[in-house]
Structures are given as C-alpha cells and as structure tokens.
C-alpha cells in the first residue's frame, strides 16, 4: 500500500474542513494510507523535517504544473521512493530558506496563496485526482 505523510503546522479548526478531509482520505483508503503530522509550530516543523529522507515542499514558487503532470510525477515519485511520500506544508510565513534547500523537490498547488488549512484539502483532491487519472476514470473530465 502507498504510505503518504503530510507534515503541516497546526490543526484544522473548521468542521466543514474536517469533513472535507474525510471524505478524500475515505475515498483514497483503497490506494493509499494517509498519516497526518501536526507540528505546533515552524520551529517543531523545522526540528521534523531533517528527520525525513526526503520531502516534498508545498510552496508557491515551486514547481508549477497541471493536474495530468501531477499525476505523472507523483505516481513516477511513489515508483522511485517505494510506495511512500511526505509532503511538507509551511505556516503562515512559508518556509525558511533552509527547509526549502533540503527539501527533495517543491511543487506549488497555485500561484495563489491558500492557508495551510484550504492547502491540506487541495493536496488531497489532488492526490485523489492523480489516482483516479492513473485508472483512466472519469472524475479528471
């Protein structure tokens, strides 16, 4: 089974996020297992990420792409790392300069920038949506 961590500064507050939230962890609980990390703060989020091999950043000014090339380079990634992915989503300032140097990659979601409560569901939606292009079924249409 894929195993992904999601590694994100607090915890989500909002009902109507939290069941957002389980309603795509359920949908993907057939392809993968989702462990969610709650750092209190950037400093505990800085003291848990060197404990990761590798990580992907979620930050704006990175890698920009469609959801097609999601699909492609997270299935590739899950290929090349077996079967396991975390994903590192910054607090309200981003990431310092040194997470973001010894992250593995850094994917932007958007331009645009979401709190890190809204980036937690976009994350998944996208994950989903990636599983789903990979089957060929019609959710992505």
């Known amino acids: 089974m894929i195993k992904v961590k999601v590694i994100a500064s607090g915890r989500c507050k909002e009902e109507w996020l939290r069941m957002a939230l389980a309603e795509y962890e359920k949908r993907l609980s057939p392809f993968l297992e989702i462990t969610w990390i709650h750092p209190k703060d950037d400093a505990q989020l800085a003291d848990l990420l060197p404990q990761e091999q ?31 992915a975390t994903f590192a989503i910054g607090g309200p300032d981003g990431f310092s300069p040194d997470i973001l140097q010894k992250s593995t990659l ?20 996208q994950i989903y949506r990636a599983m789903e292009i990979s089957k060929k079924s019609p959710y992505h249409k």
Do not use: C, V
């Open 54 to 84: 590798q990580y992907i950043a979620l930050d704006p000014n990175g890698d920009s792409m469609g959801s097609l090339e999601f699909s492609q380079k997270l299935l590739k990634y899950f290929e090349n790392n077996r079967s396991r």
């Open 106 to 125: 850094r994917w932007s979601l958007s331009p645009l920038t979401f709190t890190h409560q809204l980036t937690r569901l976009i994350l998944l939606e």
